[in-house]
């Protein structure tokens, strides 16, 4: 059992390249999110989504997008990075509504110059 | 909106007993979590309040008080492994989202 795997664990990218930060689950929970992690800024909302086809915006989703096609599979884009999208970026998953314990990704540590 | 304030950084001897306040605002909300996070790791659950009251997990604590919109994580027995950064978060309630909004988090450091 796995639990949640994010790919890759480290990626520099310079300004105003895109990529996309992977992430999967096989617990079949129902609820994914991305969050990004600052120094001294705790975790930040990015988007979320609470079941597959059904996808919303957090606190901070500016320059970012995701899909959820799959209950498994909530991936990341980013469209044209920027030096302020440098952070640690965390996917996690709730199997439900009721059941609040969060299982986290081991984190993407993302650079862009 | 929903905000949380706890200290930014606490001391503790080892073996001693540590208390983690967190005072949130919030319009609506399911309960209160707490996530620790080794440097270079990831959160991960430690515990959960949705009624007011004490939850008890082995040497860790947590408390809810609604009417006093504040919750704390009692650490007991601290050992140098609990060296960390500790998380208060709230589930939110608005839109079904269930998601976690996240205090800044409290950076313990057990001395021994």
């Known amino acids: ?113 | 909106g929903q905000s949380l304030e706890q200290p930014s950084e606490v001391t503790a001897v080892e073996g001693a007993i540590v208390q983690i306040n967190c005072t949130y605002q919030t319009s609506g909300f399911y309960g209160l979590s707490w996530y620790q996070q080794h440097d270079g790791g990831a959160p991960t659950f430690l515990s959960y309040n949705g009624l007011d009251g004490l939850e008890e997990t082995g040497r860790f604590s947590s408390f809810l008080s609604r009417s006093d919109s504040y919750g704390y994580l009692l650490l007991q027995e601290l050992q140098m492994k609990d060296s960390a950064s500790y998380f208060c978060a709230l589930s939110d309630s608005g839109a079904g989202s269930y998601q976690l909004t996240f205090g800044k988090g409290t950076k313990l450091s057990v001395i021994p």
């Open chain 1, 1 to 113: 059992n796995a639990g949640v795997t994010q790919t890759p664990k480290f990626q520099v990218l310079k300004t105003g390249q895109s990529m996309t930060l992977q992430c999967a689950q096989d617990m079949n929970h129902e609820y994914m999110s991305w969050y990004r992690q600052d120094p001294g800024m705790g975790l930040r909302l990015i988007h979320y989504s609470v079941g597959a086809g059904i996808t919303d915006q957090g606190e901070v989703p500016n320059g970012y997008n995701v899909s959820r096609s799959t209950t498994e599979d909530f991936p990341l884009r980013l469209l044209s990075a920027a030096p302020s999208q440098t952070s640690v970026y965390f996917c996690a998953s709730i199997r439900d509504g009721m059941n609040t314990e969060a299982f986290f990704g081991q984190g993407t540590r993302l650079t862009v110059v």
